[in-house]
């Protein structure tokens, strides 16, 4: 559990860092005042839903990432509107001496809302799954090839007969 908390956590910061490093340095855009931090972090949110917990590329768990996707699309931009109504007094200074709200700035927002999503995830989702139960034998009709005896010798199959009948 621990493990998984911990993992959560790095793969968190690992995807909102990584897009948040991308607003900050490839784009030269440390803040950002307007309706663009809607789909930003929505962006984010479904990055971290399909990445945390189980991989994509695992068998049969496509369809659980792209639900994950969708709800961190909605949750991501959620968090954003939170974030900037509850979150104006939480200033962080910039290079230049300016004061801005942590949720306008990616490169530190983006980071806490993926960790938050992707740990949540990597929590329920991200288990050991049980392996499925291989089928040894055939299935023809009501019996199966486990049912019938082969090679047993008639000889020894006697015995055991006759020890049946008996009691």
Do not use: C
């Not at 768990?61 to 939170?82: D, E, H, N, T």
């Not at 291989?134 to 299935?139: H, K, N, Q």
């Amino acid at each position: 559990m621990v493990k998984r908390l911990l993992f959560g956590m790095l793969k968190g910061l690992f995807i909102g860092g990584a897009i948040g490093a991308l607003v900050h340095f490839g784009f030269s855009t440390p803040t950002i005042d307007s309706f663009m931090n809607y789909p930003l972090y929505a962006l984010v949110g479904a990055l971290s839903g399909a990445l945390a917990g189980r991989p994509p590329w695992q068998q049969g768990a496509w369809v659980a990432s792209i639900l994950k996707a969708v709800f961190g699309l909605v949750l991501g931009a959620g968090l954003y509107a939170l974030g900037a109504k509850f979150l104006p007094a939480a200033q962080l200074p910039l290079p230049n001496g300016a004061n801005v709200s942590l949720a306008n700035q990616p490169m530190f927002f983006a980071p806490l809302l993926a960790m938050a999503y992707a740990t949540f995830v990597e929590l329920d989702d991200g288990g050991e799954q049980p392996e499925p139960a291989v089928a040894t034998g055939v299935r023809a009709g009501k019996v199966s090839l486990e049912d019938i005896d082969v090679g047993e010798d008639e000889e020894a199959a006697k015995p055991a007969a006759k020890s049946a009948k008996k009691g």
